[in-house]
């Protein structure tokens, strides 16, 4: 099992940055890739990026330029730095991993509890 914990989530100016980690516990699993989702009010969760293990990178096309993923395998946490951010970018953030349990073959997704994103205008 992996528990998911979110951080950094807050109420932002726009044009503001901010930066949400996400810290991932386990004494079974191994993590592979890692992503950021978010949904907004009413609306299916999204993507915003992905990274693998070995950090390669996948992002939403909408969002080039001002979101970035990054993750620290040694810590077990992956980040999300967001610049000029915009009050359609409020949203609640999610943490998601995939991993494998020892002598388990098929991957599992986790998700964290997510962490509140609000920006102002």
């Known amino acids: 099992q992996v528990q998911l914990v979110e951080s950094g989530g807050a109420l932002v100016q726009a044009g503001g940055s901010l930066r949400l980690s996400c810290v991932a516990s386990?004494?079974?699993?191994?993590?592979?890739?890692m992503a950021w989702y978010r949904q907004f009010p009413g609306k299916q969760r999204e993507l915003i990026a992905q990274i693998s293990r070995g950090g390669d990178t996948d992002y939403e096309y909408s969002l080039l330029g001002r979101f970035t993923i990054s993750r620290d395998n040694a810590k077990n946490t992956v980040y999300l730095q967001m610049n000029m951010l915009k009050p359609e970018d409020t949203a609640v953030y999610y943490c998601n991993a995939r991993a494998l349990a020892p002598g388990i073959i098929v991957p599992t997704d986790y998700w964290g509890q997510g962490t509140q994103v609000t920006v102002s205008s």
């Open positions: 386990t004494d079974m699993a191994t993590i592979y890739g």
